[in-house]
Nanobody, 115 residues
Framework: QVQLVESGGGLVQAGGSLRLSCAAS????????MAWYRQAPGKQRELVAT???????IYADSLKGRFTISRDNNRNTVYLQMNSLKPEDTAAYFC?????????WGQGTQVTVSS
């Protein structure tokens, strides 16, 4: 039974910060590439950040250095630190885990940034 459980979302004012967590179970976490995606109302899901099994990171250019992805293989958890949040960051944020042909998704956590 594979489970990815996101947490840490909520309502925050513009300029504030949030830290999202995704706890994984039922997978060999350390050999999976992890990623965060987000989906705003009326828009398609977009990639926010990726962290590989060797801790290489890739970010969407639009985030302009405000977000940081990290992972703790001992806790089977991937994090997304979000700083200087903007209203346009409002979206449901989803955790993704990939290994070869396998791809798993969490149910998402809502982030709402108010002005």
């Amino acid at each position: 039974q594979v489970q990815l459980v996101e947490s840490g979302g909520g309502l925050v004012q513009a300029g504030g910060s949030l830290r999202l967590s995704c706890a994984a179970s039922g997978i060999p976490f350390s050999i999976h590439t992890m990623a965060w995606y987000r989906q705003a109302p009326g828009k398609q899901r977009e990639l926010v950040a990726t962290i590989t099994t060797t801790y290489r990171t890739i970010y969407a250019d639009s985030l302009k250095g405000r977000f940081t992805i990290s992972r703790d293989n001992n806790r089977n958890t991937v994090y997304l630190q979000m700083n200087s949040l903007k209203p346009e960051d409002t979206a449901a944020y989803f955790c993704n885990s990939v290994r070869g042909s396998y791809s798993y998704w969490g149910q998402g956590t809502q982030v709402t940034v108010s002005s």
